[in-house]
């Protein structure tokens, strides 16, 4: 029997604990680390006797997020260690199907986090003379071990939850208080401002998770203690894992269902209409409207003319023919065949998506991703040494919307001529210009009012040819891996990603200088040393290292699941018929937001001093 009132705290799983043979994983499942809780901080005492492991020790289920109705495993071994302040425990997955897949994603790092539900029987409480109340559990027992799928924070403890929140005080051992003596009655009230603040900046995110279609139990938050980061944690979590583009909501209108018909729309006949200074109306007129929504929610201003709405963008068929990754074409080519609705922004089809990268769509204001910047570090004591204390610490990386303008000019002839291709050409050299900088902004922005991209990310890893660069060889495509495999960084999707000419560079290079014929550059879809190759122009080859100016290309390595591209809204669009009208040409320009970030600089290395000539 698990209690209602059951506690959890989450932790991830240290791979190296894991025995793929024996089906086990070892893990550390509590500490003495704080949790912040709405009457305080709890801590879990690890002094002998204060952990009841009657449970745990007697065969205790290993769960599925915590539902008692999925059990994938069982807990085999469990105990404290009083000198670390932890409680260890060895887990074993059954053999049924359902538990065999959540091992293989334990195993591929893609499920990391365990989490364990507890109940606590006496706490004694504390409050300093700052007003902060700590409540030590000097009595408590551990009922299960779950595997979740909510990253983990360890500073602002995502994943540690209070689904059923306990009342200290009404346990069968009445807690006992020891309040400090310069306590004031300003504690009290300093308490309910900050849980005011607190809920407040709950209910704020889950209006943010609602305008994206993305459903946060806020009610359950506010009850359970969570703070405002952990919330916003599961808001980017969802997003991450959604990893499809937003569909926003119909939109009403006069005529419902000529609202709900998206394949009249027209972006020739839009354009057409601000052309000559017409008014937008019907199906055009309502996207605008509907996009001009989507960015006031957004906090961005759109200029006017006419905006195209997340959910045009991502309606309808994609009938899209892209060639690019190991063959070299760079980018890709969409082509719309049919009438109706709006193309894809293409990005589902770029090199970086090939690769692996993470897309977060239809954002509502700024966003934080937590990141853990270091661990902890134990040490070596003697048997009877008093241990060191070891904290992590972390950090996040913030993504703002970065205004992203391009045009397209077209002639007023082609324009006029309402068909179906001439839609199709319009659309497609708009989503084609549109995503190439977007993609190039991701791989060598630099900063400021664009994406850091990838080759100007401080401290990733770094290969360099020479004082002069040098033609690239074997031994820097090694030394490009070596540089992530040292920092522990080799894993997730691993690939490389340079431009045509170090491609045809490496393809006609041989690996050994003893004459041997096999090349760097391989067959297949895993051309250099087993890893996937992105080719794209996107990749610079004018960088200069000491003499050579203007003629050194790059050549990257990494995790790419590691880069994130951010997206705010839909697309804003503007018409000049005057800047070129002696020459019967239309300029459209088109602004899309976005942003984009590596999570974890240790994830990439770069050469960027490649010769090809």
Same mark, same amino acid.
């Given at each position: 029997m698990i209690p209602d009132n059951l506690q959890r705290r989450s932790v991830v799983i240290d791979e190296s604990m894991i025995d793929a043979a024996a089906r086990t994983v070892k893990l550390s499942f509590s500490s003495e680390t704080p949790v912040e809780r709405c009457d305080g901080l709890e801590i879990l005492d690890h002094s002998p006797g204060s952990c009841d492991l009657t449970r745990l020790l007697a065969s205790a289920p290993l769960l599925l997020n915590h539902d008692t109705e999925d059990q994938v495993g069982v807990v085999e071994t469990a105990y404290i260690d009083t000198d670390a302040r932890k409680g260890y425990a060895t887990v074993r997955f059954s053999k049924s199907a359902e538990a065999d897949e959540i091992f293989v994603d334990v195993v591929d790092r893609i499920r990391s986090l365990v989490s364990f539900g507890y109940v606590i029987n006496s706490v004694i409480t504390t409050t300093d003379a700052d007003g902060l109340v700590s409540n030590r559990a000097t009595s408590w027992m551990p009922y299960e071990i779950s595997i979740c799928s909510i990253p983990a924070d360890f500073s602002i403890g995502v994943g540690r939850t209070l689904e059923n929140p306990i009342d200290l005080t009404s346990k069968i051992m009445k807690p006992e208080?020891?309040?400090?003596?310069?306590?004031?009655?300003?504690?009290?009230?300093?308490?309910?401002?900050?849980?005011?603040?607190?809920?407040?900046? +709950?209910?704020?995110?889950?209006?943010?998770? &609602?305008?994206?279609?993305?459903?946060?139990?806020?009610?359950?938050?506010?009850?359970d203690g969570s703070s405002p980061s952990v919330m916003q944690e599961r808001l980017t979590s969802a997003l991450i894992a959604r990893n499809t583009p937003y569909a926003a909501p119909a939109v009403s209108g006069p005529s419902k269902q000529e609202s709900r018909d998206l394949s009249t729309f027209s972006l020739t006949r839009g354009i057409q209409k601000l052309m000559s200074n017409q008014p937008l109306d019907g199906i055009e007129l309502e996207m605008h409207q509907e996009a001009q929504r989507e960015a006031k929610e957004s906090g961005l201003s759109l200029r006017g003319g006419l905006s195209i709405p997340t959910l045009l963008i991502n309606h309808g068929r994609r009938d899209m023919s892209v060639t690019g990754g190991s063959n070299g074409n760079a980018g890709g080519t969409t082509v719309q065949t049919s009438q109706g609705s709006f193309i894809d922004l293409l990005y589902a089809k770029m090199v970086l998506s090939d690769l692996g990268a993470q897309y977060l769509t239809g954002l509502v204001g700024n966003i934080? +991703?937590?990141?853990?910047?270091?661990?902890?570090?134990?040490?070596?004591?003697?048997?009877?040494?008093?241990?060191?204390?070891?904290?992590?610490?972390?950090?996040?990386?913030?993504?703002?919307?970065?205004?992203?303008?391009?045009?397209?000019?077209?002639?007023?002839? +082609?324009?006029?001529? &309402?068909?179906?291709?001439?839609?199709?050409?319009?659309?497609?050299?708009?989503?084609?210009?549109?995503? +190439?900088?977007?993609?190039?902004?991701?791989?060598?922005?630099?900063?400021?009012?664009?994406?850091?991209?990838?080759?100007?990310? &401080?401290?990733?890893?770094?290969?360099?040819?020479?004082?002069?660069?040098? &033609?690239?060889?074997?031994?820097?495509?090694?030394?490009?891996?070596?540089?992530?495999?040292?920092?522990n960084a080799d894993i997730g999707n691993l690939a490389y990603l340079t431009n045509p000419k170090v491609r045809g560079k490496l393809k006609s290079t041989t690996k050994a200088a003893s004459g041997d014929s096999v090349m760097v550059w391989g067959e297949g879809t895993t051309p250099l040393n087993g890893y996937r190759a992105g080719v794209t122009t996107q990749v610079p080859s004018t960088l200069t290292k000491g003499a050579s100016n203007g003629v050194c290309s790059g050549i990257i390595f990494g995790n790419f699941a590691d880069l994130v591209i951010a997206q705010w809204g839909g697309i804003d669009i503007q018409v000049n018929p005057y800047i070129k009208d002696t020459e019967g040409l239309v300029r459209i320009t088109a602004d899309v937001y976005y942003d984009a970030a590596v999570r974890r600089a240790a994830s990439f290395a770069a050469m960027k001093d490649a010769l090809t000539a």
């Open positions: 208080t020891v309040v400090a003596d310069d306590a004031t009655e300003t504690d009290e009230t300093r308490a309910l401002s900050l849980e005011s603040a607190r809920i407040a900046a +709950l209910k704020q995110i889950g209006e943010r998770a &609602s305008a994206v279609s993305i459903k946060l139990d806020v009610e359950s938050a506010i009850a934080d +991703l937590p990141k853990l910047l270091t661990g902890s570090a134990p040490t070596k004591k003697t048997e009877n040494a008093a241990a060191d204390e070891s904290s992590p610490t972390t950090g996040k990386i913030s993504l703002s919307p970065k205004r992203l303008p391009t045009y397209i000019e077209v002639s007023k002839q +082609l324009l006029a001529q &309402s068909s179906v291709s001439v839609e199709g050409i319009l659309r497609n050299d708009l989503a084609t210009a549109l995503a +190439l900088a977007m993609e190039l902004g991701a791989i060598n922005g630099g900063g400021s009012d664009e994406p850091t991209g990838i080759l100007n990310t &401080s401290s990733i890893g770094s290969v360099a040819g020479g004082t002069d660069g040098l &033609s690239p060889t074997w031994a820097h495509v090694i030394a490009l891996e070596t540089a992530v495999s040292t920092s």
